[in-house]
């Protein structure tokens, strides 16, 4: 357990603490930029790299964010001081991206428990959960340059301050972290697990990544009802998330191949 300040205060995160951090470090990526407020990180790192200015590695975080964006077009705003939004430039193969936001999310799990005494785990395809509650979410947006890949993470956001019911935040659990070496914990386990993947040729199987993923995702194995972007809803047991990505859950008419949908585990 790691902690430098008090929850909520915005002094944890810094430009210059990052520097320090990121000079203490073996992580290779050095184009991280953070930002005290800013309206969507990935909005900010995704104009960079379109125009040439940010590749592969290239971050942006902030203690703040105002008009973030969350799956399916939701809003994911973060209040000042108590939680971090960071986005990464990824540059895989255009067909194997899919894999991006799996390799994100088990990238967050591992820094979290790497740092933090609670028991987190994933839900598919992209949250961070700690019990029933989602700490944190992933969005990952391609663009000409590649993939940017955002995360929010509610480090110590209040309860009467948390989004919606089903949300919760690190300090709720007793983790007492501070954001800056959260920021680089998360990047230098996106950056082991990224190496992985493409020295295996993006492969997830191959890399290994798959099964770790598999190895602390909820929702494999459970009962689901997948909320479809058609508004269709899928019930079926979820037998397992395949080299893309995917979900594939096995319903009474066959298996369902999904690359999206919101899902419930049913009880």
């Not at 820094?111 to 992209?126: E, F, M, Q, Y």
């Not at 191959?206 to 099964?211: C, F, I, K, V």
């Amino acid at each position: 357990m790691t902690t430098s300040s008090s929850p909520g205060d915005p002094t944890d995160l810094t430009q210059s603490l990052v520097d320090e951090l990121l000079a203490a470090s073996s992580l290779p990526w050095r184009d991280v930029t953070v930002l005290a407020s800013t309206g969507s990180t990935n909005a900010d790192l995704g104009e960079r790299l379109a125009a040439g200015t940010a590749g592969e590695g290239s971050v942006v975080a902030a203690g703040e964010q105002t008009s973030g964006r969350g799956r399916q077009g939701r809003d994911w705003q973060s209040p000042p001081g108590t939680s971090l939004s960071l986005s990464v430039a990824l540059q895989p193969p255009v067909e194997r991206s899919g894999f991006v936001p799996t390799l994100v999310a088990l990238g967050v799990l591992r820094a979290i428990r790497g740092l933090c005494d609670v028991d987190v785990t994933l839900k598919w395809p992209n949250d961070v959960m700690i019990g029933d509650g989602k700490v944190a979410g992933i969005l990952a947006e391609g663009t000409a340059g590649g993939v940017v890949v955002g995360c929010g993470i509610n480090v110590s956001v209040p309860q009467d301050d948390l989004p919606v019911p089903t949300a919760t935040s690190l300090a709720l659990h007793g983790a007492d972290v501070d954001r800056a070496r959260l920021l680089v914990t998360v990047l230098e386990q996106i950056h082991a697990a990224n190496e992985l993947w493409r020295e295996s040729a993006y492969s997830a199987e191959g890399s290994g990544l798959l099964a770790g993923y598999s190895a602390v995702c909820g929702t494999i194995g459970a009962q689901v009802e997948v909320a479809l972007p058609d508004g269709t809803v899928l019930t079926g047991r979820a037998e397992d998330v395949d080299d893309e990505g995917r979900l594939v859950v096995l319903t009474d008419s066959g298996r369902r191949t999904l690359t999206a949908g919101d899902v419930l585990h049913v009880r």
